[in-house]
């Protein structure tokens, strides 16, 4: 079963702006986790977040989280086309170690030059 | 950076044909491994949670004589499609985590299954 929600469904955005995707979940976790995915591959492991963290950076991502919301947020500084994909949220249940990720239905953003 | 490796890429075959998907860490060793199913343009279904040494969990609504799936070393599971059909096409993905749940899942490239 699908936990989270990312929003929007789709963003299109030129060079060079910023790109903000929200996600939404609905129970307790242990950490959430944002991975991209190009057309037609696997996925790549972006920025992990644990619950007591409220903020974490990496390069040209910025990744929120408000527990009390239960919500979080991803964003892209200056784009490049490069950046076209489709990102998803990833949430770890956290009652249950061991336990798989579960996924968002994604944001598919393109980035246009 | 860990590395997964899933074989193979692609597979077109006939009905009633099995088909073998190998997914293995190549550069550590995984106490878990994750099999998913992915429609086109839509998120990842979780399929079934391998551990290494012991049976497989699947997830409701997942026919386990169906997908058969073997995690037989730290590195190495691998998941079969029995008796293959149209409605089994679909985009496989395999990931794998070591134990500790805080860090992250690593992906392999995933594998087109295309019954004909």
């Known amino acids: 079963s699908q936990q989270g929600e990312e929003d929007p469904q789709a963003l299109s955005i030129q060079e060079g702006e910023n790109a903000t995707m929200n996600c939404s979940y609905k129970t307790s976790i242990n950490n959430l986790q944002w991975y991209r995915q190009n057309s037609g591959r696997g996925l790549v492991h972006l920025i992990l977040i644990r619950s007591n963290e409220r903020e974490k950076h990496s390069g040209r991502l910025r990744v929120t989280l408000d527990t009390s919301k239960k919500s979080s947020s991803l964003l892209i500084t200056a784009s490049r086309a490069a950046d076209t994909a489709s990102y998803f949220c990833?949430?770890?249940?956290?009652?249950?170690?061991?336990?798989?990720?579960?996924f968002g239905k994604g944001t598919t953003l393109s980035v246009s030059s | 950076g860990a590395v997964v490796s899933q074989h193979p890429s692609r597979v077109i075959c006939k009905s009633g044909t099995s088909v073998k998907i190998e997914c293995r860490s190549l550069?550590?060793?995984?106490?878990?491994m994750f099999w998913y199913r992915q429609f086109p343009k839509k998120s990842l279904m979780l399929m079934a949670t391998?551990?290494?040494?012991?049976?497989?969990?699947?997830e409701q609504g997942v026919e386990k004589d169906k997908f058969l799936i073997n995690h037989a070393s730290l590195t190495l599971s691998t998941l079969t499609v029995t008796s293959a059909h149209p409605e089994d096409s679909s985009f496989y993905i395999c990931?794998?985590?070591?134990?500790?749940?805080?860090?992250?899942?690593?992906f392999g490239d995933g594998t087109r299954l295309s019954i004909l």
């Open positions: 990833a949430t770890a249940s956290a009652n249950q170690a061991g336990t798989a990720l579960i």
């Open positions: 391998s551990n290494e040494g012991s049976k497989a969990t699947y």
């Open positions: 990931s794998a985590r070591v134990r500790d749940r805080n860090q992250p899942q690593h």
């Open positions: 550069d550590f060793q995984a106490t878990t």
